[in-house]
T-cell receptor, first 114, second 117 residues
Framework: AQSVAQPEDQVNVAEGNPLTVKCTYS??????LFWYVQYPNRGLQFLLK??????LVKGSYGFEAEFNKSQTSFHLKKPSALVSDSALYFC????????????FGDGTTLTVKP | DTGVSQDPRHKITKRGQNVTFRCDPI?????LYWYRQTLGQGPEFLTY????????KSRLLSDRFSAERPKGSFSTLEIQRTEQGDSAMYLC???????????????FGEGSRLTVL
Protein backbone atom coordinates (compact mmCIF):
# COMPACT_ATOMS: atom_id res chain seq x y z
CA ALA A 1 0.00 0.00 0.00
CA GLN A 2 1.18 3.51 -0.70
CA SER A 3 1.02 6.32 1.83
CA VAL A 4 2.09 9.91 2.33
CA ALA A 5 2.83 11.70 5.57
CA GLN A 6 2.95 15.43 6.09
CA PRO A 7 4.16 15.65 9.66
CA GLU A 8 3.27 19.30 10.23
CA ASP A 9 -0.33 20.46 10.19
CA GLN A 10 0.83 24.07 10.23
CA VAL A 11 3.97 25.94 9.19
CA ASN A 12 4.45 29.60 10.05
CA VAL A 13 7.17 31.74 8.51
CA ALA A 14 7.90 35.42 8.18
CA GLU A 15 7.79 37.05 4.77
CA GLY A 16 11.19 36.98 3.13
CA ASN A 17 12.38 33.95 5.09
CA PRO A 18 12.92 30.53 3.51
CA LEU A 19 10.16 27.99 3.91
CA THR A 20 10.05 24.19 3.98
CA VAL A 21 6.97 22.00 3.94
CA LYS A 22 7.81 18.38 4.69
CA CYS A 23 6.59 15.22 3.00
CA THR A 24 7.58 11.59 3.37
CA TYR A 25 6.16 8.68 1.42
CA SER A 26 5.96 4.91 1.37
CA UNK A 27 5.50 2.91 -1.84
CA UNK A 28 6.56 -0.31 -3.45
CA UNK A 29 8.66 0.60 -6.43
CA UNK A 30 9.70 3.94 -7.86
CA UNK A 31 7.52 6.84 -6.80
CA UNK A 32 6.13 9.69 -8.81
CA LEU A 33 5.78 12.63 -6.43
CA PHE A 34 3.63 15.73 -6.74
CA TRP A 35 2.89 18.91 -4.81
CA TYR A 36 -0.44 20.68 -5.08
CA VAL A 37 -1.63 23.92 -3.50
CA GLN A 38 -5.16 24.85 -2.47
CA TYR A 39 -6.20 28.43 -1.92
CA PRO A 40 -9.46 29.17 -0.05
CA ASN A 41 -12.55 28.32 -2.12
CA ARG A 42 -10.37 27.17 -5.01
CA GLY A 43 -9.56 23.77 -6.45
CA LEU A 44 -6.20 22.09 -5.96
CA GLN A 45 -3.54 23.42 -8.33
CA PHE A 46 -0.46 21.55 -9.49
CA LEU A 47 2.86 23.04 -8.35
CA LEU A 48 5.59 20.61 -9.38
CA LYS A 49 6.46 16.95 -9.76
CA UNK A 50 9.35 14.52 -9.59
CA UNK A 51 9.33 11.67 -12.07
CA UNK A 52 12.97 10.80 -12.66
CA UNK A 53 16.37 12.43 -13.11
CA UNK A 54 17.60 15.46 -11.19
CA UNK A 55 16.57 15.23 -7.54
CA LEU A 56 15.86 18.97 -7.36
CA VAL A 57 12.78 19.98 -9.31
CA LYS A 58 11.52 23.49 -9.87
CA GLY A 59 7.91 24.48 -10.23
CA SER A 60 5.46 27.33 -10.26
CA TYR A 61 5.73 30.54 -8.20
CA GLY A 62 9.38 29.98 -7.31
CA PHE A 63 8.80 26.72 -5.45
CA GLU A 64 11.17 23.78 -5.65
CA ALA A 65 11.33 20.35 -4.08
CA GLU A 66 14.08 17.87 -3.40
CA PHE A 67 13.62 14.15 -3.85
CA ASN A 68 15.60 12.07 -1.36
CA LYS A 69 15.30 8.37 -2.04
CA SER A 70 17.19 7.19 1.04
CA GLN A 71 15.00 9.26 3.34
CA THR A 72 11.86 8.69 1.23
CA SER A 73 11.18 12.40 1.35
CA PHE A 74 10.05 15.10 -1.04
CA HIS A 75 10.15 18.39 0.86
CA LEU A 76 8.78 21.56 -0.71
CA LYS A 77 10.95 24.66 -0.43
CA LYS A 78 11.08 28.30 -1.37
CA PRO A 79 14.02 30.61 -0.70
CA SER A 80 11.95 33.68 0.15
CA ALA A 81 8.33 33.37 1.27
CA LEU A 82 5.57 35.76 0.23
CA VAL A 83 2.36 36.52 2.11
CA SER A 84 0.53 35.33 -1.00
CA ASP A 85 2.08 31.85 -0.54
CA SER A 86 -0.24 31.33 2.44
CA ALA A 87 -2.39 28.33 1.50
CA LEU A 88 -2.93 24.60 2.09
CA TYR A 89 -0.29 22.36 0.52
CA PHE A 90 -0.71 18.70 -0.37
CA CYS A 91 1.93 16.14 -1.25
CA UNK A 92 0.87 13.16 -3.39
CA UNK A 93 2.45 9.95 -4.67
CA UNK A 94 1.73 7.55 -7.53
CA UNK A 95 3.42 4.47 -8.93
CA UNK A 96 3.27 3.29 -12.54
CA UNK A 97 1.78 -0.06 -11.55
CA UNK A 98 -1.22 1.78 -10.09
CA UNK A 99 -1.10 4.79 -12.33
CA UNK A 100 -4.66 6.02 -11.86
CA UNK A 101 -4.51 6.39 -8.12
CA UNK A 102 -2.83 9.30 -6.38
CA UNK A 103 -2.43 9.03 -2.63
CA PHE A 104 -2.42 12.38 -0.85
CA GLY A 105 -1.14 13.52 2.49
CA ASP A 106 -3.47 15.34 4.87
CA GLY A 107 -2.08 18.73 3.97
CA THR A 108 0.00 21.44 5.63
CA THR A 109 -1.33 24.93 6.16
CA LEU A 110 1.35 27.49 5.39
CA THR A 111 0.96 30.93 6.90
CA VAL A 112 3.37 33.66 5.87
CA LYS A 113 3.26 36.71 8.11
CA PRO A 114 4.26 40.19 6.94
CA ASP B 1 -9.65 26.16 -21.95
CA THR B 2 -12.25 26.63 -19.23
CA GLY B 3 -10.79 24.16 -16.76
CA VAL B 4 -12.61 21.40 -14.89
CA SER B 5 -16.13 22.37 -13.87
CA GLN B 6 -18.34 20.70 -11.31
CA ASP B 7 -22.04 21.07 -10.65
CA PRO B 8 -23.65 21.71 -8.26
CA ARG B 9 -21.09 23.45 -6.07
CA HIS B 10 -23.19 22.84 -2.97
CA LYS B 11 -25.87 20.28 -2.23
CA ILE B 12 -27.85 19.89 0.97
CA THR B 13 -30.01 16.81 1.19
CA LYS B 14 -31.85 14.70 3.72
CA ARG B 15 -30.63 11.28 4.71
CA GLY B 16 -31.97 8.62 2.39
CA GLN B 17 -32.22 10.83 -0.67
CA ASN B 18 -30.25 10.30 -3.87
CA VAL B 19 -27.84 12.91 -5.19
CA THR B 20 -25.94 13.26 -8.44
CA PHE B 21 -22.87 15.34 -9.21
CA ARG B 22 -21.61 16.23 -12.65
CA CYS B 23 -18.06 16.88 -13.80
CA ASP B 24 -16.97 18.38 -17.10
CA PRO B 25 -13.23 17.81 -17.61
CA ILE B 26 -10.82 19.80 -19.72
CA UNK B 27 -11.90 18.95 -23.25
CA UNK B 28 -8.75 17.23 -24.51
CA UNK B 29 -8.21 15.19 -21.33
CA UNK B 30 -9.01 11.51 -21.66
CA UNK B 31 -8.67 10.59 -17.98
CA LEU B 32 -11.15 11.62 -15.32
CA TYR B 33 -10.93 11.00 -11.58
CA TRP B 34 -13.23 11.33 -8.58
CA TYR B 35 -11.89 12.00 -5.09
CA ARG B 36 -13.55 12.68 -1.76
CA GLN B 37 -12.20 15.14 0.78
CA THR B 38 -13.32 15.67 4.36
CA LEU B 39 -12.22 18.46 6.67
CA GLY B 40 -8.62 18.11 7.75
CA GLN B 41 -7.91 15.25 5.37
CA GLY B 42 -6.31 14.97 1.99
CA PRO B 43 -8.29 13.86 -1.05
CA GLU B 44 -9.15 10.15 -1.07
CA PHE B 45 -9.28 8.30 -4.38
CA LEU B 46 -12.70 6.97 -5.39
CA THR B 47 -12.50 5.97 -9.05
CA TYR B 48 -11.08 6.89 -12.43
CA UNK B 49 -11.93 6.59 -16.11
CA UNK B 50 -9.95 6.44 -19.28
CA UNK B 51 -12.34 7.67 -21.94
CA UNK B 52 -15.60 5.87 -21.10
CA UNK B 53 -14.00 2.89 -19.36
CA UNK B 54 -13.97 2.82 -15.57
CA UNK B 55 -10.55 1.37 -14.83
CA UNK B 56 -10.45 1.29 -11.05
CA LYS B 57 -12.77 1.69 -8.10
CA SER B 58 -11.70 2.19 -4.52
CA ARG B 59 -12.99 -0.07 -1.79
CA LEU B 60 -14.27 3.20 -0.29
CA LEU B 61 -16.88 3.23 -3.04
CA SER B 62 -19.76 1.26 -1.58
CA ASP B 63 -22.61 -0.17 -3.63
CA ARG B 64 -24.52 3.05 -3.03
CA PHE B 65 -22.01 4.95 -5.17
CA SER B 66 -21.92 4.74 -8.94
CA ALA B 67 -19.96 6.72 -11.47
CA GLU B 68 -20.36 6.91 -15.21
CA ARG B 69 -18.69 8.58 -18.13
CA PRO B 70 -20.95 7.46 -20.96
CA LYS B 71 -19.39 9.20 -23.94
CA GLY B 72 -15.92 9.72 -22.60
CA SER B 73 -16.57 13.39 -21.92
CA PHE B 74 -18.49 14.48 -18.80
CA SER B 75 -18.96 12.19 -15.82
CA THR B 76 -21.60 11.77 -13.13
CA LEU B 77 -21.23 10.48 -9.60
CA GLU B 78 -24.45 9.29 -8.00
CA ILE B 79 -24.91 8.50 -4.33
CA GLN B 80 -28.04 6.55 -3.47
CA ARG B 81 -29.70 6.48 -0.05
CA THR B 82 -27.34 9.10 1.33
CA GLU B 83 -26.02 8.79 4.89
CA GLN B 84 -24.61 11.48 7.15
CA GLY B 85 -21.18 9.95 6.70
CA ASP B 86 -21.35 10.83 3.00
CA SER B 87 -21.03 14.52 3.86
CA ALA B 88 -17.82 15.66 2.19
CA MET B 89 -16.37 17.60 -0.70
CA TYR B 90 -16.43 15.55 -3.90
CA LEU B 91 -13.58 16.49 -6.20
CA CYS B 92 -13.25 15.80 -9.88
CA UNK B 93 -9.95 15.95 -11.73
CA UNK B 94 -8.81 15.27 -15.26
CA UNK B 95 -5.53 14.61 -17.00
CA UNK B 96 -4.01 13.57 -20.26
CA UNK B 97 -2.75 10.04 -20.42
CA UNK B 98 0.96 10.71 -20.15
CA UNK B 99 3.54 8.94 -22.25
CA UNK B 100 4.75 7.22 -19.08
CA UNK B 101 1.94 5.83 -16.96
CA UNK B 102 1.23 7.77 -13.81
CA UNK B 103 3.41 10.77 -14.56
CA UNK B 104 0.74 13.27 -15.57
CA UNK B 105 -0.43 15.89 -13.11
CA UNK B 106 -4.09 16.27 -12.20
CA UNK B 107 -6.25 19.31 -12.93
CA PHE B 108 -8.93 19.69 -10.29
CA GLY B 109 -12.32 21.32 -10.28
CA GLU B 110 -13.49 23.39 -7.33
CA GLY B 111 -15.50 20.52 -5.91
CA SER B 112 -19.09 19.76 -4.99
CA ARG B 113 -19.82 20.04 -1.29
CA LEU B 114 -22.43 17.58 0.00
CA THR B 115 -24.19 18.04 3.33
CA VAL B 116 -26.47 15.22 4.45
CA LEU B 117 -28.89 16.20 7.23
Amino acid sequence: AQSVAQPEDQVNVAEGNPLTVKCTYSVSGNPYLFWYVQYPNRGLQFLLKYITGDNLVKGSYGFEAEFNKSQTSFHLKKPSALVSDSALYFCAVRVWTNAGKSTFGDGTTLTVKP
Amino acid sequence: DTGVSQDPRHKITKRGQNVTFRCDPISEHNRLYWYRQTLGQGPEFLTYFQNEAQLEKSRLLSDRFSAERPKGSFSTLEIQRTEQGDSAMYLCASSLRAQAEGTGELFFGEGSRLTVL
